[in-house]
């Protein structure tokens, strides 16, 4: 005869708590008979047990990557309508969207990774350095003055002399460790980059608030409007290195004109000021940006 085998027992019916497991707000305050679904003061859910896997699959991308979730709704608004979700945002209507931070560091990291991937930069076999006609300029200050190779020589003036030793211990080698040194520098060039970008955000903004100090706007919204428009330039920059000629041209066009209509939407006004307005924060934001890429090029040599 067969054992049956030993079965463990049937779990017991899910035990009624008598207030909230989050916020502590006792049900029968507000039903005395029946617990709600919902705790009615934080929102939680009553049923507290261990998650499932597809809960898990369908929290990380159910309403955010689904036909109908809140990321193609807002990518669709970003790339088609310039300063519409900006507008919407700032309008209080939100809960359909993606957040501005949450879309730029979405949109950022994704390009930045694709960029990793097209470079190729762990790739330097293909890199064919001749030391006699190597120039590589790191900082320049002028003729014959800053931080790079010329010539196949190293060179390291008007900078503090740690730094000098630090970069000639990095550069100033034969053709094989120069090949592997660019390597890792485009490695870690890329990933300050991102980083970089985000510390530029906060210029952009400032240099809104002051091009349009007479607005009334705080600086949070000037910053959500930089957040979208950044968050497009990553999109944009991601066409522009397609092998497809002509996506890459409509892409670098589609800068200039999708900034001056979103500033136009966002900020209202006639279209002669706000041509003033856009030529100053463009000169101050590349003064800003040439200022952030050059540290993050030595940043990326030196560490």
């Known amino acids: ?39 009615p003061v934080c929102g939680q859910e009553t049923s507290v047990r261990p998650p499932r896997l597809g809960e898990f699959i369908q929290q990380f991308g159910g309403a955010y990557f689904s036909t109908e979730g809140a990321l193609w709704r807002t990518l669709a608004l970003l790339l088609l309508k310039p300063g519409e979700l900006t507008r919407r945002y700032l309008a209080g209507r939100r809960r359909h969207y993606v957040l501005p931070l ?9 390009v930045l990774l694709v960029m ?7 790739e330097v076999k293909a890199l064919d350095l001749d030391l006699a006609k190597t120039d590589l300029v790191i900082v320049g200050f002028g003729q014959e003055r800053g931080i790079g190779i010329r010539n196949g020589v190293f060179f390291c003036t008007d900078a503090p002399d740690w730094l000098c030793k630090r970069l000639r211990q990095r550069l100033d080698v034969d053709a094989a460790g120069l090949r592997r040194e660019v390597g890792q520098f485009g490695e870690r060039l890329l990933a300050n980059l991102g980083a970089a970008m985000f510390l530029v955000l906060p210029a952009f903004a400032l240099w ?12 949070t919204e000037h910053l959500v409007y930089a957040l979208h428009l950044h968050a497009f330039w990553f999109v944009a920059l991601l066409a522009m290195l397609s092998p497809w000629k002509l996506l ?3 892409a670098a066009l589609s800068l200039p004109l999708y ?6 939407r966002v900020y209202g006004g006639r279209w002669w000021p706000l041509l003033l307005r856009a030529a100053t924060v463009s000169l101050l934001y590349l003064m800003t940006l040439a200022l952030a890429l050059m540290v993050v090029a030595l940043w990326s040599v030196v560490f």
């Open 248 to 250: 890459s041209d409509l």
């Open 116 to 122: 990793r991937g097209l470079a190729g930069v762990s």
């Open 102 to 110: 949450r879309l730029y560091l979405t949109i950022s990291v994704l």
């Open 1 to 39: 005869m067969r054992r049956k085998a030993a079965t463990l027992p049937a779990a017991p019916p899910e035990a009624l708590p008598p207030a909230c497991l989050n916020c502590g707000e006792p049900y029968a305050s507000w039903h005395p008979q029946r617990r709600p679904r919902f705790c």
């Open 208 to 219: 809104q608030r002051i091009v349009y100090w007479n607005r009334r706007l705080r600086y």
């Open 259 to 264: 900034t001056l209509w979103a500033m136009k």
